[in-house]
């Protein structure tokens, strides 16, 4: 599968903005998804991976951001609110094989989108 990542941008503090993560291929709704974000001098870390059943959030983002998919369009979004300084970084899209369970280190992750930059401003 490939994955194009969309939505970034510049945004005050406060603000919103929505990413999206389009897919190719037919099977999109066999895999999980994950988001990750890297900042300058930083590692790459996890936003939200999803299960079948649900969604783990990082702490840094829970009651925020929210992901969701849409399996018709092959695409997965994650809707971000109350956008702080912080959370400036590359935003990642990834997707993995199968499985009904939370996959939380970036190596579970088997297809990544090119990423797309995500700049707050105080």
Do not use: H
């Not at 998804?33 to 702490?59: C, H, I, N």
């Not at 969701?68 to 369009?73: G, H, L």
């Not at 400036?88 to 088997?110: M, P």
């Amino acid at each position: 599968v490939q994955l194009q990542a969309s939505g970034g941008g510049l945004v005050q503090a406060g603000g919103s903005l929505r990413l999206s993560c389009a897919a190719s291929g037919r099977t999109f709704s066999s895999y999980t998804m994950g988001w990750f974000r890297q900042a300058p001098g930083k590692e790459r870390e996890l936003v939200a991976a999803a299960s079948w059943s649900g969604t783990y959030y990082a702490d840094s983002v829970k009651g925020r951001f929210t992901r969701s998919r849409d399996n018709a369009k092959n695409t997965e979004y994650l809707q971000m609110n109350s956008l702080r300084p912080e959370d400036t970084a590359i935003y990642y899209c990834a997707a993995a094989n199968g499985g009904n369970r939370y996959r939380k280190e970036a190596l579970e992750y088997d297809y990544w989108g090119q990423g797309t930059q995500v700049t707050v401003s105080s």
